[in-house]
């Protein structure tokens, strides 16, 4: 039977990765999305208690994510009562291979000044299965149901995504940890180039929140811009089922796959 988690905690810092972390890339490395879910559920964890809100969320990608045992600590960089920098490490057979900051603000009344975010999303219901396996491989894309405008163009699409399957098995996870999860699959829902003559991976992912999602499908209005140089953007606004929440930026190093001789 397949398993139904993402991760299987070993003890207070360790985790076994299951075959649902399978990248696109390569079927040996952990696809960032489950990383980025895992890492903010450790960061919500050292922040228990607080009251803080996360605010901003950026993962670092140092290299290869090998599917192996996964190290993940949490420490303090900016102590504070209403303000406060942590950050958070996973390691892999003692190599740092994600690094990622948080940002933690106090939580404040400000409805009666709020505004000015971008339009709702259609919601998930108005919009029809993508059968994206046809674009994609690996243990992670299997693991996730999209559903994708029929508008969608190279470059430009809008999708929910959801997942039954579990972040860390036995363990219930947050919101935030869930949504986080699943938002790295941005750059692979309006590519510009099919993944099997171009290589366009993220080298980052940044997250901005004005406000924290409440759970369900996760819901991505993407832009995908590729420059003359090499490098892409993958921007995206981020949903939940009751609107906009925020905002997600991801660099791309863009460069043609090697033509293969038979």
Excluded: C, K
């Excluded at 919500?44 to 290299?63: N, P, Y």
């Excluded at 046809?134 to 470059?155: F, L, Q």
Aim: zero cysteines; hydrophobic letters at 40%; aromatic letters at 6%.
């Amino acid at each position: 039977m397949a398993p139904t988690s993402y991760y299987t905690r070993l003890d207070a810092t360790r985790f076994l990765p299951t075959v649902h972390t399978g990248g696109a890339w390569r079927s040996d490395e952990q696809h960032l999305a489950p990383v980025a879910g895992l890492i903010t559920h450790e960061i919500e964890r050292h922040a228990a208690g607080s009251g803080l809100l996360t605010s901003r969320l950026t993962f670092e990608v140092l290299g290869v994510i090998p599917a192996e045992e996964s190290d993940v600590r949490v420490e303090m960089v900016r102590p504070g009562r209403t303000i406060r920098l942590v950050e958070a490490t996973m390691a892999v057979a003692g190599r740092a291979v994600v690094r990622a900051r948080a940002w933690l603000l106090a939580r404040q009344d400000t409805v009666e000044v709020a505004g000015g975010e971008p339009a709702p999303m259609p919601p998930p219901d108005r919009l029809p299965v993508w059968h994206w396996r046809d674009t994609w491989s690996g243990g992670y894309i299997a693991s996730v149901e999209i559903r994708r405008s029929p508008e969608a163009a190279p470059g430009r699409a809008q999708a929910w995504l959801s997942t039954p399957v579990d972040l860390v098995a036995g363990e219930p996870a947050g919101p935030l940890a869930r949504f986080v999860g699943l938002v790295d699959t941005a750059n692979g829902i309006a590519v510009r180039q099919h993944p099997g003559t171009w290589m366009f991976p993220n080298l980052d992912l940044s997250l901005h929140l004005y406000r924290q999602p409440t759970g369900g499908a996760v819901g991505l209005d993407t832009t995908v811009v590729f420059g003359p140089d090499g490098v892409g953007l993958t921007s995206s606004v981020l949903h939940d089922e009751r609107g906009p929440v925020g905002r997600a930026e991801q660099i791309l190093t863009v460069r043609p796959l090697p033509v293969r001789t038979p």
